[in-house]
């Protein structure tokens, strides 16, 4: 794979429905800012004599009605201040994440450490066609990652200790996919209804319920657009080491055998993903 074309055949400048003006998009992994990064973007976008800052939908940030004339100056105070030009174009763009276990109590994984170092691997290459990349902490797929070419969720699945097990439902009450049901005082698990959100094993009062760590679950081939669909499940790895190595991988494929002019999702098959399976 190749980094990044020239600036001016990179993404992230986007010719404005007034074709005179722009809109610069911003690098902003993981939709992260520091207070100083975001004080410093009021003041590039002052001095541009801009007056409005977008927030986009893939937690980037856009810059629009900028003059052509002085797209040098303003790139370089924005790549300056930690927030350089994005991406848009047939090329790895902006990686998505949600707070994970940064914040959220439900995250089976932290996510912006493997957000920012997609972002550092992989942002801007040289690709046949878009790669959008999403990662949520657990099923709720809060990034929306099953909609993006490469998604990653964050897991747990519940083992159990059936000899401790008091059979006092808690597990049952708490699945909201209907997955564990009572029988006779005993927990049945439907491997095909269990998300893997893990939820049941934090709310098991007794600690009967536990995991065998967490796992990252790796789909292909989301889509949005005029016929939206989610990603297929790929494979689980359990390290963000091998996320990262496993996202490298499928981009690689990419580069050798997707064509230009069709979207990813519509050729899994010349991609040969499975193979990546094999190699586990
Ligand atoms: S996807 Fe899960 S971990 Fe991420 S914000 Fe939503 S609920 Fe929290
Ligand atoms: S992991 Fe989630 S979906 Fe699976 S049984 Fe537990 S609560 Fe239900
Ligand atoms: S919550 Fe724990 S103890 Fe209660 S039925 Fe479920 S596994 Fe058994």
Known sequence: MNPRRNLDEAGGIITQRDPTRCIVRLRTPAGLLTPEQLEGLGRCAREAGLHSVHLTTRQTLELPDVDPASLGTLLAALSENGTPLGAERNEVVNVVACPGSATCRLANVETYPLAKELDRRFFGVELPVKVR???????????????????????????????????????????????????????????????ECGMCIDYCPFAVLTDDGPRYRITVGGRRGRHPSLGQELLTVKTPEEVVRVVGAILDRVYRRAYAGRHFADQLDLLALDDLRAEQ
């Open 133 to 195: 990349i999403g990662i949520s902490g657990c099923p709720n797929m809060c990034a929306g990652e099953r909609l993006c070419e490469i998604g990653i969720t964050g897991i747990r699945h519940p083992l159990r200790d059936a000899g401790r097990c008091t059979g006092c439902g808690t597990c049952a009450n708490t699945c909201r996919e209907g997955a564990i049901v009572m029988v006779n005082g005993r927990l049945s698990l439907d491997a095909d209804s269990c998300v």
